[in-house]
């Protein structure tokens, strides 16, 4: 069977740091990989999707970057975090777009202070 | 893009019904629903494929009315347990996915 798994599960960073959360993702090849963020009491906002390696599509554009060195590694990092970086941090998973489930990582918090 | 959840909020005693629907200005493809618990990643409950579907798990259930590009989803019988956020994913085709802005749901005993 499918699992993802992604980490650190929490983090706290001073501003002005880097930020690096991985992703991994075993049990399927070629999937297409996401970075969604997800502020305090508010929705998911999509950041990055990859539908393969060193293929990403950024969907806001910001400080964060992503990259997918290996099919079922995904990577989210940041030279200089800012405080609105904060957030819960979700990476996910799929087989394809159209009409296929998003399966969710166990979600990575970061603060930045 | 976003499709449009509504209500925003919803709180019920244990036993009451709940209905979260779920519209898009936008032709869709399909429709998602998930719950996320606080603090935790969402889960997936169903996805509906456009062809108008209806689906059911247990005492959750779901209708997909492709003609009016809405998506409702049905909580019968509600327990403790049901309380979350719910989302709603639409999907356009392609690579057009998003997420709604959610509903949060409170079951009190």
């Known amino acids: 069977s499918q699992t993802i798994h992604q980490w650190p599960a929490t983090l706290v960073q001073p501003v002005g740091s880097p930020l690096s959360l991985e992703c991994t993702v075993e049990g399927t090849s070629n999937p297409n990989l996401y970075w969604y963020r997800q502020a305090a009491g508010r929705g998911l906002q999509l950041l990055f999707y990859?539908?393969?390696?060193?293929?990403i599509s950024s969907e806001v554009p910001q400080n964060l970057s992503a990259s997918r060195p290996q099919d079922r590694q995904f990577i989210l990092s940041s030279k200089k975090l800012l405080l609105s970086d904060s957030g819960f941090y979700l990476c996910a998973w799929s087989e394809g777009f159209s009409g296929n489930t998003i399966y969710f990582g166990e979600g990575s918090w970061l603060t930045v202070v | 893009q976003q499709p449009v959840q509504s209500p925003q909020a919803v709180i019920l005693r244990e036993g009451e019904d709940a209905v979260i629907n779920c519209s898009s200005s936008k032709a869709l493809y399909s429709v998602h629903w998930y719950r996320q618990k606080h603090g935790e990643a969402p889960v997936f409950l169903m996805i509906?494929?456009?062809?108008?579907e209806q689906k059911g798990h247990d005492k959750i259930s779901a209708s997909f009315n492709e003609k009016k590009q809405q998506s409702s989803l049905y909580l019968t019988a509600s327990q403790l347990s049901y309380s979350g956020t719910y989302f709603c994913g639409t999907e356009l085709g392609g690579q057009n996915f998003v997420f709604g802005p959610g509903t949060r749901l409170s079951v009190l005993p």
């Open positions: 509906l494929l456009k062809g108008g």
């Open positions: 990859s539908i393969g390696i060193d293929q």
